[in-house]
């Protein structure tokens, strides 16, 4: 799947979560991710890429991460 990812594919969207171009995807926007990368460029004008992953191995060692720190 991945290698299925290029630029054309990939929806476009303001700082408001506006799409400006909907690419070659069907896939929706995610609102929420939206405005966790809006608030990362926004807070730091140096910032060039912002990437979140959600696989189950990030994610897992998220949660113990979080359970450590309780």
């Known amino acids: 799947m991945y290698d299925e990812v290029t630029a054309s594919s990939l929806v476009k969207v303001n700082m408001q979560g ?3 171009d909907d690419g070659s995807t069907t896939f929706g926007v995610d609102n929420e991710a ?3 990368h809006a608030a990362v460029y ?9 990437l979140h992953v959600a696989s189950p191995a990030v994610l897992s060692v998220h949660a113990q991460l979080l359970a450590a720190a309780v």
């Open 42 to 50: 926004a807070a730091s004008s140096t910032t060039a890429c912002v």
């Open 18 to 20: 506006v799409i400006t």
């Open 34 to 36: 939206v405005a966790l």
